[in-house]
């Protein structure tokens, strides 16, 4: 399984960014799939999950609202469009995949992306 996330940058704060996921060596559309984020000194956190159906998306209070998780099951891509960022949403970004979506609310995924990394200045 290989999982790439691209998209990161630099961007202002209130400014939007998509983020993506290619994932390969796996059938795409029988797992669920998630973000995660790492900021500097902080633990790793639970941003979004969607399905593998698609048909449910999952979001911690905190990400609701601004942040949203969607996939493409014919690019085998799997996308995070973040809006109105705040210096806070710095940290790196990273993607997941999981036969079963309860897995990622307990922190964790069979297989991990490396990571793209999102800097918002203030």
């Known amino acids: 399984v290989q999982l790439q996330a691209s998209g990161g940058g630099l961007v202002q704060a209130g400014g939007s960014l998509r983020l993506s996921c290619l994932a390969s060596?796996?059938?795409?559309?029988?797992?669920?799939m998630a973000w995660f984020r790492q900021a500097p000194g902080k633990e790793r956190e639970y941003v979004a999950a969607?399905?593998?159906?698609?048909?449910?998306?999952y979001y911690p209070d905190s990400m609701r609202g601004r942040f949203i998780i969607s996939r493409d099951k014919s690019r085998n891509t799997l996308y995070l469009q973040m809006n109105i960022l705040k210096p806070e949403d710095t940290a790196i970004y990273y993607c997941a995949l999981d036969k079963r979506v309860s897995t990622f609310w307990k922190g964790a995924a069979g297989s991990w992306g490396q990571g793209t990394l999102v800097t918002v200045s203030s």
């Open positions: 060596g796996v059938t795409f559309s029988t797992y669920a």
């Open positions: 969607i399905a593998w159906n698609a048909g449910q998306t």
